[in-house]
């Protein structure tokens, strides 16, 4: 058995060392382009769903500042001495601006699938009229309401978003350190495989020098 692997030791080494060497560039060429793959659809999909967090945020707080400032502004225009005219302006006019971030949230829920925006933002839009056509405290209030159902249900979807980015760190960390294991794997083959070509070139020289010193 060991006279036979001896007489073939040249070729088991050619063949082993073709082998790992194929096996080293083939893990390259799959597991990792693979790994590298996934990696890149996992950061794409943690920075997409940071830039809603960001998103929800920044929508939040602007319609916080457009109610503040539209509460003042409707407590101004109640007073006995405010001038009607101007007073009514500038409550209709603040009732314009508030809808924008509502919209807004309403256009950021919508594209992560949690309503409808045509249908939302319609019902909306009717109560927006209804309080600008109609000041009451009624008809504010019911349109307060509904802009603070929308926002809330922004806010409320923010910390769910923020465990899925955690979440989606995590499986590319994970990516990560099978990456680098993989990577470990394949320099290891391809320097086996090296080591083998080497081994069976020193094989033949030594086969033929030997040759040669008997020939001598």
């Given at each position: ?203 033949a020289e030594k086969k033929n020098s030997t040759e040669r010193k008997n020939a001598d």
């Open positions: 058995m060991f006279a036979i692997l001896a007489r073939n030791a040249k070729v088991i080494a050619l063949i082993a060392g073709f082998v790992f060497a194929t096996l080293g560039t083939l893990w390259s060429l799959f597991v990792i382009d693979n790994l590298n793959a996934q990696l890149a659809q996992l950061a794409d999909a943690q920075a997409e769903t940071v830039a809603n967090i960001e998103t929800l945020n920044r929508k939040a707080s602007d319609y916080f500042i457009a109610n503040q400032q539209g509460d003042l502004i409707y407590i101004m225009a109640q007073r006995q001495d405010a001038n009607q005219g101007v007073a009514n302006d500038i409550y209709r006019g603040n009732l314009l601006d508030r809808a924008t971030p509502v919209r807004d949230m309403i256009g950021a829920l919508a594209q992560l699938q949690q309503l409808d925006y045509r249908q939302t933002y319609d019902a909306y839009e009717k109560l927006n009229d209804t309080a600008r056509a109609d000041g009451t405290y009624e008809n504010f209030m019911r349109l307060k309401q509904r802009e603070y159902e929308i926002v809330a249900q922004g806010q409320a979807l923010v910390p769910k978003l923020v465990q899925q980015s955690i979440d989606l760190g995590r499986a590319s960390a994970a990516r990560q350190a099978e990456q680098t294991r993989n990577r470990q794997l394949g320099v290891i083959a391809a320097v086996a495989g090296s080591a083998l070509l080497l081994g069976a070139n020193l094989l």
